[in-house]
T-cell receptor, first 111, second 115 residues
């Protein structure tokens, strides 16, 4: 089982749609969880951290289920500017802050 | 405040040539990282440096060496480039924001082609 697995995508949705991304991780000792966004031919940037209680930032909601080792990202009211690759990222603990990245899911929001 | 900078942005090498990718950060971060990103493979960690004076191997270190020159700079060297090293290389640095919550800042990347 790969360390971090994501929906392979790609996702094509119309503006205004709600879209959900799923991710599973294999290391039950993983401590921190994140969603990064990567625009075409650009560097990844942190979108949001994911907390056990779930967290929301505007149109974006992230959920973590430690028992199922599952992370999700929900985007409501999609905008054209949301078109990007979304990377699920996990930190397996320790003081070296190493991150493990999923392969990413490409989202295209169409007018 | 430039964040994380990388040079060069693009490079074409012939098989067997060597080169050094440069990375610098001006955010006073302790930890720095080198990743490669290939289509269908996601980002993979090559080497990292948890603090000045230390370096450790990541997931795919073969064919690479690194130097943490000082707190700001972390370079990646390809001694004898191979076509399998054609990739996009990202440098990153780490801002710890709490016990386990932190953010990695990435440079703009170096697009390397080895022919």
């Amino acid at each position: 089982r790969k360390e971090v697995e994501q929906d392979p995508g790609p996702f094509n949705v119309p503006e205004g749609a709600t879209v959900a991304f799923n991710c599973t991780y294999s290391n039950s000792a993983s401590q921190s969880f994140f969603w990064y966004r990567q625009d075409c031919r650009k560097e990844p940037k942190l979108l949001m951290s994911v907390y056990s209680s779930g967290n929301e930032d505007g149109r974006f909601t992230a959920q973590l289920n430690r028992a199922s080792q599952y992370i999700s990202l929900l985007i409501r009211d999609s905008k054209l500017s949301d078109s990007a690759t979304y990377l699920c990222v996990v930190n397996n603990g320790g003081s070296n802050y190493k991150l493990t990245f999923g392969k990413g899911t490409l989202l295209t929001v169409n007018p | 405040n430039a964040g994380v900078t990388q040079t060069p942005k693009f490079q074409v090498l012939k098989t067997g040539q060597s080169m050094t990718l440069q990375c610098a950060q001006d955010m006073n971060h302790n930890s720095m990282y080198w990743y490669r990103q290939d289509p269908g493979m996601g980002l993979r960690l090559i080497y990292y440096s948890a603090s000045e004076g230390t370096t450790d191997k990541g997931e795919v270190p073969n064919g690479y060496n690194v130097s943490r020159l000082n707190k700001r700079e972390f370079s990646l060297r390809l001694e004898s480039a191979a076509p399998s090293q054609t990739s996009v290389y990202f440098c990153a640095s780490n801002r710890p924001a709490g016990l386990a919550v932190f953010e990695q800042y990435f440079g703009p990347g170096t697009r390397l082609t080895v022919t």
